[in-house]
């Protein structure tokens, strides 16, 4: 659906979750998508190559939104980093879990509105989480999770430091990684920040038949 009023393009889709009901999300048209009139985005250090990344429904935040339907919340703060279109958060939020969505964009707290919004849920909490730069408003989580998060070689050191600064000292960290080959590099740079790691693989296909090939990494400390 065009939106020439907006300057980009939207489509409303619904996003099945494994044992929940689906997610009424509205995103992004295509990967062909670009608006950023006044540099914010890149100020944000968004460039015009991944304007559009965070609108899309990726394989592999589908898995992330899964896991959380069932996943043991109880009372911990929970944080999910690079969320996109935040269908994990969705899902914790749906659940009455303690869930701050973030991310750099700065489109996603509008899109994050529009679908808490249109899956009837009040407001989520949201704090821009830029990897590269310093978020005081953050704080420290028990639970942080993530997807498809080493897409980029620099991001294993820039997203290993942003999880020490707002990780809890008793701390749990989940990221579902598709294979790519930067999750090496983060492995270590996690370990010597004191983090032990044990990945599942992962090859069930997608709730609509799609094959998927990924890991679960997990991280304690």
Known sequence: MSTPNLG????????????????????LLDKQQFYDPLGIAEAAGVSEACWSLFGQVWPSAQKMADLMQDYALGERRILEIGCGLALASLVIHRRLGDITASDCHPLTETFLNENTLLNAMPTLKYCTGNWGRSNLDLGEFDLIIGSDVLYE?????????????????????????????????FNRQMSERGFEM???????????GSAYRGRLLRYLR
């Open 8 to 27: 980009y393009a939207i489509k409303h889709q619904h996003v099945a979750v494994a044992g929940g009901a689906d997610l009424h999300v509205r995103s």
């Open 198 to 208: 044990s990945e599942t693989i992962i090859t069930a296909p997608l709730n609509d």
């Open 153 to 185: 070689r620099d991001q294993p050191i820039a997203l290993a430091e942003f999880i020490e600064m707002h990780a809890a000292p008793v701390c749990e960290v989940l990221i579902i990684d598709p294979n790519r080959g930067n999750r090496s590099a």
